[in-house]
């Protein structure tokens, strides 16, 4: 598109010189015979930009989450047709609100950025996602719901484009925590996997209803469920079992 420019704009001057060069002084000849020695160097190096640079932009391949000024998830819906989701790391907190609901639709996925420096001090922090709020997550057999890493390009593609430069591993992204807030929240999950993560953890302040069935946390870190209270999870898989 921009090589068509250039050759329209040099088909403009040479019918412009053709026609007007008799009317030209020599100091005006001059001038226009530099203009033409600076776009033939410009249009050559383009030229040569585009063999030896090839262009590697590449569109934006995720969808960042709805937040709010606080940079708070809100209510909203993760869809396999806008996947995958990234979740940031570092400062970010990935909170989701008391009275707010996600809803995580059969076949998302949902990645965590790579570690991230906050502030000065300390080493990178792996992302984490935090419920107060209400989590709707219900995959299907054929099309579970995944969070998994950055780095994982068996689902969502190669997010970070970077080819087979980088592979997961576990603990890649730290944890999905829910409650700790004086706060009621509904927890369904039901054919959801937890690819390369650290922990899910269930804190006791607050009232959690919650619905756990098929999660797989066979890649995860050794730690895999923290409760703080009664947990039913049926038809599971963890750690490779």
């Known amino acids: 598109m921009r090589l068509c420019a250039y050759v329209s704009a040099l088909s403009h001057l040479l019918v412009y010189t053709d026609t007007n060069m008799s009317h030209l002084n020599q100091q005006q000849t001059l001038k226009l015979s530099f203009n033409f020695f600076l776009f033939f160097n410009f249009l050559f190096l383009t030229l040569i930009s585009f063999f030896l640079f090839p262009s590697t932009t590449r569109a934006t391949s995720y969808t960042n989450p709805i937040l709010n000024g606080n940079g708070h998830l809100v209510t909203q819906t993760f869809t396999k047709q806008n996947s995958p989701y990234l979740l940031q790391s570092g400062c970010a907190t990935n909170t989701l609100n008391p009275g707010q609901t996600l809803t995580i639709e059969p ?135």
């Open 107 to 241: 076949g998302a996925v949902i990645k965590f950025a790579q570690p991230r420096v906050c502030g000065w001090w300390g080493g990178p922090l792996p992302g984490s996602l935090i419920i107060y709020g209400n989590l709707n997550s219900k995959g299907t057999p054929t099309d579970p719901i995944i969070f998994t890493a950055w780095e994982d390009d068996t689902v969502g593609g190669d997010t970070n484009n970077d080819g087979n430069a980088t592979t997961p591993q576990p603990y890649a992204w730290n944890k999905i925590t829910f409650g700790g807030q004086p706060a009621s929240s509904t927890i369904n999950m039901d054919h959801v996997h937890f690819n390369y993560g650290g922990e899910l953890k269930f804190y006791a302040n607050g009232t959690i209803t919650s619905t756990l069935n098929h999660l797989d946390m066979s890649t995860t870190s050794s730690r895999i469920i923290v409760t703080e209270i009664p947990l039913t999870i049926q038809n599971s898989r963890f750690n490779g079992t």
